[in-house]
Nanobody, 121 residues
Framework: EERTVESGGGSVQSGGSLRLSCKAS????????MAWSRQAPGKEREGVSS???????TYADSVKGRFTISQDKAENTLYLQMNSLKPEDTAIYYC???????????????WGQGTQVTVSS
């Protein structure tokens, strides 16, 4: 069974940057697909970015050009570099994993507890 633990959230001013990390543990191997999603206050959770085992990436339109997803397979760690942050990026960010490539769909099997990102204007 996979487990994911997010870290790296915090508070930043508009235009700033943060890097989120997600450590995966359990039955990890090269067949694991991972993704980031977020949930803002009063809004539904939305997919942010995903990466497949070949390193191919997918991004929501709202973060394209500002966020970069990457992974360190040796460390079983997923990253999300967030630049040019906006107040509307304020949300709890969740890491997800599965053995199916769900891209930005919110049906991954394993989810972390989330990490809070707050962007002030």
């Amino acid at each position: 069974e996979e487990r994911t633990v997010e870290s790296g959230g915090g508070s930043v001013q508009s235009g700033g940057s943060l890097r989120l990390s997600c450590k995966a543990s359990g039955d990890t191997d090269s067949n694991v697909y991972m993704a980031w999603s977020r949930q803002a206050p009063g809004k539904e959770r939305e997919g942010v970015s995903s990466i497949d085992r070949y390193g191919r990436t997918t991004y929501a339109d709202s973060v394209k050009g500002r966020f970069t997803i990457s992974q360190d397979k040796a460390e079983n760690t997923l990253y999300l570099q967030m630049n040019s942050l906006k107040p509307e990026d304020t949300a709890i960010y969740y890491c997800a994993a599965d053995r199916v490539n769900w891209l930005l769909r919110l049906v991954y099997k394993y989810w972390g507890q989330g990490t809070q990102v707050t962007v002030s204007s």
